[in-house]
């Protein structure tokens, strides 16, 4: 892996698998070094303004397109990717997974929870959940709708992507961009995460404002792969993903055979523990923005299609002031999931690891009852807080729920009551 980038845009990559592959002054020379072929892959329009062109030329030992023609992968689809429906006011908390009782793979291990937007409308995010324990051996993935931020909770994997390869363990995350061909592979037993699919504009780090320069996440820990490829004439399958619909095109050789490129349309990794919070030093509570990784900037300035926001280990040290987070309704919408420990506003349980909680727009939520009773009391002595690494998907626009999120026996119906229990002190 590169200590490399990403904010993206105004940077470029280079790697080689092979060394003197690059063409060294042209994008497409008429014929590359060691019999390639030259071919680019755009992830913003041609005419983008360069503060936000993204694109990389690949270079290859057969072009992308050599494949037969996609048939539906009916079956597939209606295992995974379930339609997000439902609007539903209430705030609404799921238990994990359960890990897979058969052999299953990446792919077949996805189930759609909730989203709102799509591919076609460019706009908005789907969340899916993925629980893993097979090799996907001859299967690749070209996902022509999103971007995949996989939140990795339990277990390492191993992200196999054209420009190279990407291992990450929980406690990182790891994003494929659309379009990409991919493979994701276990390095542990059975593998439990997140996926944020984003249909809007792409990732890249906030403005930091008056913050200055540094702080939040920094761009040299977003590591991009080295070139690497497969030189594989077999037959296997390339799985497209196309308006939330599977498709499945036979090849005879790997799709993974990239073996130089530049450009700076990368996947990256980012390791969450490695975010420099920053907060406040006196009193009171700063909104959770100022936690966040990772933005997908909608069109209107300040409102984000998708905030990817974290909230990691940190000294608590406000005065007068009470800790946790706060009692509040949100215009947003914010999905949150738990990657380990226990989350400050959910002390009393229920929020567990690999589970997720939902609160769409104007939701009330906030400290359970228990919580509340125990931080308004608390003696407010500096205190580092630990064993907890929870995140968030903020949206400018309300989830729709699925069937399986609602159906599934994951859905905690209990949920409301740890709010219900908030004594009367008014006197
Ligand atoms: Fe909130």
Not at 22 to 44: F, I, M, R, T, W
Not at 98 to 104: K, L
Not at 365 to 391: I, R, V, W
Not at 395 to 404: C, E, H, I
């Amino acid at each position: 892996m590169k200590a490399n980038y990403f904010t993206g845009f105004s940077n470029h990559f280079s790697s080689e698998a092979r060394p003197n592959v690059l063409p060294d002054n042209q994008n497409s020379p008429q014929k590359v070094q060691n019999g390639l072929y030259a071919e680019q892959l755009s992830g913003s329009a041609f005419t983008a303004p360069r503060s936000t062109n993204l694109f990389s030329w690949l270079y290859r030992i057969r072009p992308s397109v050599m494949h037969k023609r996609y048939i539906p992968s009916t079956e597939l689809t209606e295992k995974t990717l379930f339609k997000p429906k439902y609007i539903n006011p209430n705030q609404m908390r799921w238990n994990p997974l359960p890990p897979p009782t058969v052999p299953q793979d990446f792919v077949e291990g996805l189930k759609t929870i909730c989203g709102i937007g799509s591919a076609l409308e460019q706009r908005g995010l789907h969340i899916h959940l993925y629980a893993f324990n097979k090799n996907m051996n001859r299967r690749y993935v070209m996902n022509a709708d999103g971007d995949f931020l996989i939140v990795l909770q339990d277990g390492k994997v191993q992200v196999k992507t054209e420009l190279g390869v990407i291992s990450a363990e929980p406690g990182e995350i790891v994003v494929v961009p659309r379009g990409m061909v991919f493979q994701i592979n276990p390095l542990s037993q059975v593998c439990h995460g997140y996926v944020g699919e984003n249909f809007g504009s792409p990732f890249r780090l906030p403005e930091l404002g008056p913050i200055g320069a540094n702080g939040l996440a920094h761009r040299r820990h977003f590591l991009t792969p080295q070139a690497a490829f497969e030189d594989l004439d077999e037959k296997v399958e390339l799985l497209g993903k196309f308006s939330g619909q599977w498709w499945s095109a036979e090849m005879d050789h790997s799709p993974l055979n990239v073996v130089a490129w530049h450009g700076n349309y990368v996947p990256y990794k980012y390791d969450l523990r490695l975010f420099n919070s920053v907060n406040t030093v006196s009193y009171d509570h700063p909104d959770p923005s100022i936690f966040t990784v990772l933005t997908s900037p909608s069109d209107t300035a300040g409102v984000s299609n998708i905030d990817f926001v974290v909230f990691p280990p940190r000294w608590m040290v406000a005065e007068h002031t009470f800790r946790p987070p706060y009692f509040h309704r949100n215009c947003m919408s914010e999905y949150m999931g738990l990657i380990h420990g226990v989350y400050d506003a959910k002390t009393s349980g229920g929020f567990v690891p690999g589970g997720g909680s939902l609160h769409n727009f104007y939701s009330a939520h906030g400290p359970d009852s228990g919580t509340y009773e125990q931080a308004s009391e608390a003696s407010l002595k500096p205190h580092f807080l630990e064993n907890t690494l929870a995140f968030m998907f903020e949206s400018r626009a309300p989830y729709l729920v699925t069937d399986f999120a609602m159906q599934s026996g994951l859905l905690q119906e209990d949920y409301q009551d740890c709010w219900l229990g908030f004594k009367k002190y008014f006197k």
